[in-house]
């Protein structure tokens, strides 16, 4: 066989090859094209947020005696300048704001997947005002530094349809939803929260502390709407009773413990997320929490509120 017999088998079999390289692309690109969502490009992560948030707690209990002491009390509405770092579905987030001499502080960690999802977050507040009263005497406003009140919650999410709702599209950008989809979800959380009065800040009210946990599980669903291309508009709402309550008080000095108070945890969440062509992505997010903690017979509540909504800028690489 002549030299330019090869030659040409060799330019042919370079031209089948350059061919089916190219059809093997374009057929994976039309296969990625028809998933429901696709995994981000890059490993780490790091996003810069600016949060405007505020939190309150409402506390009332009857001691024993015939006082009974109500407080409804919140923290100022702030902003707060938030860094986060993250790698693979691994993301840590602290954001701390200072108000005089009591800082706010709030630390976040996230590991979320595509079936299963871990979220922990500790914040404490020493910004708190509001009002309170005894035995529905005349009400005695509360000062800033005078309550400090902090919490720990731990929340597992369960997603039934992983194969189509990608619940990191909306909270971490591990992935980005490219057709619509929904999902129903299976939440368990517990929450342990403390607040009580700083004699040292003017507090006007007899002593008080409260000690609260639960554990809770629920149902939820979410759902990824997906308009146009690389826009993600998610919104999930899960609710879940408590399947075990704990309470102890301590007002005036005298102690009384509650279990099994009716409890029941409700957390919404938001997300409208732009990923650019390449590795950058805005987003805005909002989170909604409510505890509620109520017994008419014992004369007893405790219920707390979180709200938190952000604008972000991440990228990943």
Not at 222 to 245: C, D, K, M
Not at 272 to 285: D, N, Q
């Amino acid at each position: 066989m002549g030299m330019g017999k090869i030659s040409f088998f060799a330019a042919f079999a370079l031209l089948l090859c350059c061919v089916s390289v190219q059809s093997y692309a374009a057929e994976a690109a039309a296969r990625d094209s028809l998933k429901y969502y696709v995994k981000a490009k890059g490993l780490f992560h790091v996003r810069t947020r600016t949060d405007v948030s505020s939190s309150n707690f409402t506390f009332g209990a009857n001691n024993g005696d015939d006082t009974y002491l109500a407080l409804i009390t919140k923290t100022p509405t702030r902003l707060t300048q938030n860094i986060g770092v993250g790698v693979g579905p691994i993301f840590l987030n602290f954001g701390i704001g200072l108000n005089g001499k009591n800082p706010d502080a709030d630390l976040g960690l996230n590991i979320i997947g595509k079936t299963v999802n871990f979220s922990a977050n500790y914040s404490q507040s020493n910004t708190m005002t509001g009002r309170g009263s005894v035995s529905d005497n005349e009400t005695i406003e509360i000062p800033a530094g005078a309550m400090f009140h902090n919490c720990l919650q731990a929340n597992f999410l369960f997603v039934l349809n992983s194969k189509r709702f990608s619940y990191p599209a909306a909270m971490n950008q591990n992935t980005i939803q490219q057709r619509s989809a929904g999902s129903f979800l299976i939440c368990l959380n517990a929450i342990a929260m403390h607040a009580e009065n700083n004699e040292n800040a003017g507090w006007p009210l007899p002593d008080v502390s409260v000690q609260n946990g639960s554990i809770g599980i629920g149902l939820g669903y979410g759902y990824n709407w997906v308009p146009v291309e690389r826009l993600l508009i998610h919104g999930s709402l899960t609710a879940s009773p408590a399947i075990f309550q704990i309470t102890e008080t301590k007002i005036s000095g005298v102690h009384k413990s509650f279990k099994g108070t009716p409890t029941a945890n409700l957390t919404g969440n938001f997300a409208c997320v732009y990923h650019f062509p390449k590795h950058f992505y805005i987003g805005a997010y909002a989170t909604l929490e409510r505890l509620f903690t109520l017994s008419a017979q014992a004369q007893y509540l405790v219920t707390r509120g979180k709200t938190d909504a952000h604008i972000a800028l991440g990228v990943r690489f």
